[in-house]
């Protein structure tokens, strides 16, 4: 018998209906489609409108459905429910404890984790520490956002990236040495001053001011945002490759964070990998935040095989960053 490893078993996924095109901001705002897709590779993204649902929980609650039933798992097996998010439901209440009571998980116990675009590469190691650590045997991790919602739709620095969406994948025991090898995670305060949202927390709290200086959407410095993300996402990625005597021929799949198609680029020419071995679909969601790592594990779950060496890369606010090392447990 191998050493406990903790392993992605399952996964699942959701994203709304309405599709938001690149045409369609066209006429929202001083864009058009050529501006966007060269800059950011992005074609459409999908909004959830009030008519299919409320917040971000409604694309948890989803996408977790889609795992348990893929899965055909019970949800009272479960032990722990983490929402990765920047877009909670509310700032008091956890979104991962309503999630949970109205998926069944009814001995799980639940929370939030909030890292901004790296929030669900932060709870991949979080998830995999619980399970490694033998107390528990399953843990469900929701990634899962609904970036519309802090978007202002006149700001075309902003409104052209972001999409909603949500992922789900579950996290088993493993004694083949598969599962979660290595993680080089990184945060750096100063940041926030790049990207972030100015109201609504405790710094400054929602006023009629605030709300009249549209301080509660997002902002983003984009050139350097751009220039933070090339070099960090890239560095980590091939620190990840070195610790673990990895080349490029060894790796099966990069798995990015979907910000912008030359950022994704920029980290897979530093790692030696060709387009066959990157997993992208920012062309049909855009920027999910903490949905983009497990969408894309959706979309290409059929590609994988067991055994596959993953490198999971991811940049976002505050400014947090890392890469994460895991072996592909199931066919």
């Known amino acids: 018998m191998g050493k406990l490893t903790a392993a992605i078993t399952a996964v699942g996924a959701y994203v709304p209906n309405f599709v938001l095109t690149n045409k369609m901001l066209e006429g929202m705002v001083d864009t058009n489609d050529e501006w966007i897709v060269t800059r950011t590779g992005i074609k459409e993204r999908r909004i959830l409108k009030p008519e299919e649902g409320e917040g971000t929980s409604y694309l948890a609650i989803k996408a977790a459905k889609n795992l348990l039933e893929k899965r055909n798992l019970d949800p009272k097996e479960i032990d722990l429910v983490m929402i990765a998010t920047a877009t909670p439901d509310s700032l008091v209440a956890s979104t991962a404890a309503f999630v949970a009571s109205e998926i069944g998980a009814t001995n799980a116990f639940s929370y939030d984790l909030l890292a901004a675009c790296s929030s669900f590469l932060f709870g991949m190691s979080t998830a995999a520490s619980y399970i490694q650590s033998g107390r528990y045997k399953r843990v469900l991790l929701i990634g899962a956002d609904k970036m519309s919602s802090i978007i202002d739709y006149t700001d075309r620095t902003t409104c052209i990236i972001f999409g909603d969406g949500a992922g789900a994948v579950l996290f088993e025991p493993n004694t083949e040495n598969l599962g979660l090898q290595d993680e080089y995670l990184r945060a750096d305060g100063s940041g926030r001053k790049f990207l972030g949202m100015d109201a609504g927390g405790s710094l400054l709290p929602a006023s009629e001011e605030t709300v009249r200086n549209r ?28 610790r673990n005597n990895l080349s490029h021929t060894d790796i099966s799949w990069l798995v990015p964070h979907q910000a912008n198609k030359r950022i994704i680029d920029a980290t897979a020419k530093r790692m030696g990998l060709d387009g066959s071995k990157v997993m992208m679909n920012i062309q049909r969601y855009g920027n999910t935040t903490a949905a983009t790592l497990p969408l894309l594990l959706r979309d290409y779950e059929d590609q994988l095989k067991k055994g596959d060496n993953l490198v999971f890369a991811a940049f976002g606010g505050g400014f947090t960053w890392g890469s994460i090392y895991l072996k592909w447990a199931y066919n």
């Open 215 to 242: 301080k509660h959407f997002i902002y983003q410095d984009g050139k350097s945002v751009f220039k933070f993300a090339v070099s960090n996402m890239a560095d980590v990625a091939v620190k990840i490759m070195e």
